[in-house]
């Protein structure tokens, strides 16, 4: 008989991560507070606790740190239904901190916790290919390596509790920073009166962009920022990365000002792509966007 995986949120990340799941043998079911998500062929269940009784592994995959609080703490949070000896891998993206002491109160119960963020949009999720971050003892990490096996393409234990965390944020923390880099390149780009299209496509050909901000520039050429990464998440990160870079006395200048380029994105479009900041500077230096 296959393993019951309980999913804690169904989002665009997490409907494409359970359907490879399904394809790997497991079973599926859900919560979300909208009892809604993916394309209607998962089970969903009233509460967390409800999902954390039924499920052999709780995966969690919620937008933020007040998110994972609401869902795992309380009389109908997860932890109050998991059974001793249960797993529990947060995929979501949160402070270190918070991973930490999610980790101790699992513990308290009996209940192994990893945090196991990933580096991947959408397609990434859609195909597999995911490469997840993980925080927590070796054993504990082998024994949830086949749910891994079935998201993504390659797993990286980070270290010890809240290391997953961490290393999520350095990650996203040179995806925004280098954006914004990019971002506020095309706006010289196109001040100066180089033509637009040449601008889009000369970048796209050199190797200095990253495969990951070609795709961002490709979308942005179209004028298309459907959300694969929407900003308001990659504005959330930006912001647990500052704070805990100044907990840790790390001095990210560069980064910091990024951040404030991502909050004028997420002020104007929190729920596009994040990279619609290539339109905002466009329309600052040429009044114009696609």
């Known amino acids: ?144 390596q086949p749910i891994f096996d079935a998201i993504g393409r390659l797993t990286i234990h980070a270290g010890p509790s809240g290391s997953g965390s961490k290393l999520k944020l350095v990650i996203n923390g040179i995806m925004g920073a280098t954006l914004s880099v990019v971002a506020e390149s095309v706006a ?13 496509d000369a970048l796209d050909a050199v190797p200095v962009i990253s495969p990951h901000h070609k795709r961002k520039l490709k979308a942005a050429k179209a004028g298309d920022f459907s959300p694969q990464f929407p900003t308001r998440l990659m504005q959330k990160d930006m912001r647990l990365l500052m704070t805990d870079a100044a907990r840790q006395m790390a001095p990210m200048p560069a980064t910091a000002a990024a951040t404030q380029s991502l909050s004028l994105t997420r002020r104007r479009y929190p729920n596009e792509d994040y990279s619609a900041l290539f339109a905002i500077m466009e329309k600052m230096v040429a009044n114009d966007t696609p």
């Not at 089970?43 to 969690?60: C, G, H, Y």
């Not at 916790?113 to 054993?139: F, I, K, M, R, Y």
């Not at 010289?188 to 889009?200: D, I, N, P, V, W």
């Open 1 to 144: 008989m296959s393993s019951l995986v309980g999913f804690i949120g169904f989002g665009a990340m997490a409907c494409r991560m359970g359907a490879n799941l399904r394809k790997a043998g497991y079973d599926i079911v859900a919560y979300t507070p909208s009892g809604k998500g993916g394309d209607g062929s998962v089970r969903f269940l009233p509460t967390p606790r409800a999902l954390a009784q039924e499920a052999d592994i709780v995966l969690v995959s919620v937008p933020d740190d007040e998110a994972l609080d609401k869902s795992m703490s309380g009389p109908d949070g997860a932890l109050a239904g998991m059974k001793s000896g249960g797993l529990l891998i947060n995929t979501s993206s949160v402070a270190p901190e918070t991973s930490v002491a999610l980790a101790k109160q699992g513990a308290a119960s009996g209940i192994t916790v990893l945090d196991a963020p990933v580096a991947g949009s959408t397609p990434e999720a859609e195909s597999a290919n995911l490469v997840v971050l993980v925080g927590g003892s070796a054993a504990d990490v082998a024994r949830a």
């Open 188 to 200: 010289y780009g196109l001040a100066s009166g180089l033509e637009r299209g040449m601008l889009f």
